[in-house]
């Protein structure tokens, strides 16, 4: 049940996941304005199993004498310091990403720029993958990651398991059921999830969906086998369908619903194989569908940001990130490399009133890339002026 991921050509960097203690995981040290709050032992909750709560609470409480002046729940500046314009606010809105497992990725960058916008962020995180992400949370090794523009630290209210290729536990094989990796771990399907994040908090205002997997990618489309085609469409395309099926009783009307889709869905991407390709065109057609269905049932925008590539941890899995982003440095019309921050900004757009109008579309975020007809870096092109960046 190994997991291929590449975030930044839209890989998978962990499937979904779902609860099963109560654990949170607060920022272990920020200030906000000068205000400063301390969580207690008694309030943290996560959604995934940690080897002993007690323990656990005695470390943090040890911890948090040591802190209590800096702990502090990251959200967006007071009025006083509210920006002139037309600032992005979500205060009060809540939402739940699936498919963060490191802080590496495009998901944890749409975390963080949904909650600096003001947004209280639940992520699922694929099951085998969520010992360590909590773990490495809990520890502090993504607090250099967390911060945010206002100084104060990202604040993930709950981490859910989650493992979004399957609907409901009649749909888990017996062999995943005793996979030593889910061990310990427990309603992690996806209805299991929604009804988990339900009971716990009642509704969301966001869903998005950043994961994928196609275990076949390295392979080029033709010798790919059916079983890999069909895996990669489930992980990565209609596990976006369930998601939102499962979701939207809970979310809140007018709520905003954000998927993250590759060019190699309309642009032949040497190399994006196992189907993958397949089921990026499958998901930006969905994104149009669903954009219709949930938009006429309770008003919710339904979106896909095509992004370009990212030199995060999961892209590496396809093995030549680097030469994309070399690629994409040299041919697009601005350029600069690409960073999540960019991609989760657009995510904190499309979540935001600003974005009222805007539903069914695919929104590229990849400096311009997807505009040209040609790699201008060809000796083809070397007798002609183009203009190169001179910064």
């Known amino acids: 049940m190994a997991t291929t991921a590449a975030s930044s050509l839209q890989m998978a960097t962990a499937r979904p996941c779902i609860s099963s203690s109560h654990r949170v995981f607060r920022s272990s040290a920020a200030m906000l304005h000068g205000n400063s709050k301390v969580v207690s032992p008694s309030k943290l909750s996560s959604a995934c199993h940690i080897s002993s709560v007690q323990s656990f609470q005695r470390t943090f409480t040890s911890s948090s004498l040591k802190m209590d002046k800096f702990v502090t729940k990251a959200m967006a500046g007071s009025s006083e310091n509210k920006p002139s314009g037309l600032p992005i606010d979500l205060k009060g809105k809540r939402a739940f990403i699936a498919g963060v497992a490191d802080d590496n990725g495009y998901g944890w960058a749409i975390a963080k720029s949904l909650a600096a916008a003001g947004a209280e962020i639940l992520v699922g995180t694929w099951v085998p993958a969520l010992n360590i992400f909590e773990s490495s949370l809990r520890r502090g090794k993504f607090d250099e990651s967390r911060v945010l523009p206002d100084g104060s630290l990202m604040e993930i209210t709950k981490v859910y398991p989650l493992d979004a290729v399957f609907d409901n536990p009649d749909d888990v094989p017996e062999e995943v059921k005793a996979n030593k990796r889910y061990a310990g771990s427990s309603n992690w399907t996806v209805q299991e999830a929604a009804e988990a994040v339900k009971s716990d908090f009642g509704s969301i205002d966001i869903l998005v969906h950043s994961l994928a997997n196609g275990p076949e990618v390295t392979k080029p489309l033709l010798e790919t086998s059916r079983k890999g085609y069909l895996a990669a469409i489930s992980a990565s395309s209609y596990s976006y369908v369930s998601l939102l099926k499962h979701f939207l009783p809970i979310i809140n009307r007018g709520g905003s619903s954000i998927s993250l889709t590759y060019i190699a869905s309309e642009r032949i991407i040497p190399g994006y194989g196992g189907g993958m390709s397949s089921a990026k065109a499958a998901l930006e057609s969905d994104t149009r569908v669903l954009a219709f269905e949930a938009g006429r049932k309770k008003r919710i925008r339904v979106n896909t940001i095509s992004a370009g590539p990212l030199r995060s941890r999961a892209a590496k899995a396809i093995g030549f990130i680097d030469m994309m982003i070399d690629y994409s440095l040299v041919n697009a019309p601005l350029q600069k490399e690409l960073s999540a921050e960019e991609v989760g900004n657009t995510a904190a757009f499309l979540a935001s ?39």
């Open 353 to 391: 009133p600003l974005a009222s109008a805007i539903t069914g579309a695919v929104i590229y975020v990849d400096n311009g890339l997807n505009t040209m007809g040609v790699g201008v870096d060809s000796p083809i092109f070397e007798k002609l002026d183009i203009p190169k960046d001179q910064h």
